[in-house]
């Protein structure tokens, strides 16, 4: 409560000397990056500063040594269409891009040009630093593996793909369970376009706006410095109260 008055008088504050609107001090990307900082320097003043050892790293304790823990990477699980890239049948009205091939069962191959959201490679290599990728659509394999190709290009990128069986079905909504790719909730976050994949765990959701053809978009470019804030964080549930931050202070 005494946040939101010091945040309210902040905002008071911006009011220029001519009496005009001024911009405000923070934007809200700003305050919430501001918000995640805190939230992190709490998670570290609770659980301490380096009480988990590097792995491999040995210690020894009563003349024994025992093998460092072995630090685990939270899960970070993606959507593909209209999260990490847009893609049309060859013939509609775009005329560019990677161009893939599908083949679905008992049909003819259809060709596909695929778009990469702005920075989606560079994003991807950029947070498999510090988070163990899974890929998760709700789209069939046979569409998506040739897409997946297309993005990881050289290397694998994505440690799990799961795909439309891997989805539940809720009257013709594609659903997905993430308890499915990990059991404890509190490691485990899902970036997706779609409001209804996640209904099931949205305390674990980091919405984002479907993408189509924006060359500007950067919405992926903005995500990186807060998932790896959140990558360090005991409970990446707690990132709701960030998501909702002026809500909540
Ligand atoms: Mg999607």
Redesign the pocket.
Known sequence: MRKGIVFAKRQASCIDKRGSTAIPPYSTKMMKLRLLLMLWLREKLFHGWGTVPEANQEIVKDGLIFSGLKKTKKTLIL?????LVHSVTIGSTMRSGHVVEVKLENQHAILYYVHKRPYCHWFLTEVAEYFSLVLFT?SVQQYADPVINCIEEEKPIFERKLYRQDCINEGGAYVKDIGKVEKSLSNVLII???PM?YCLHKENAIPIE?WLNDPTDIDLLSLVPVLRAVSTIHDVRSFVVMRDGEKSY
Do not use: F, R, V, Y
């Open positions: 959507d593909l269409d209209e999260t709700a997706d376009n779609s994949s479907g």
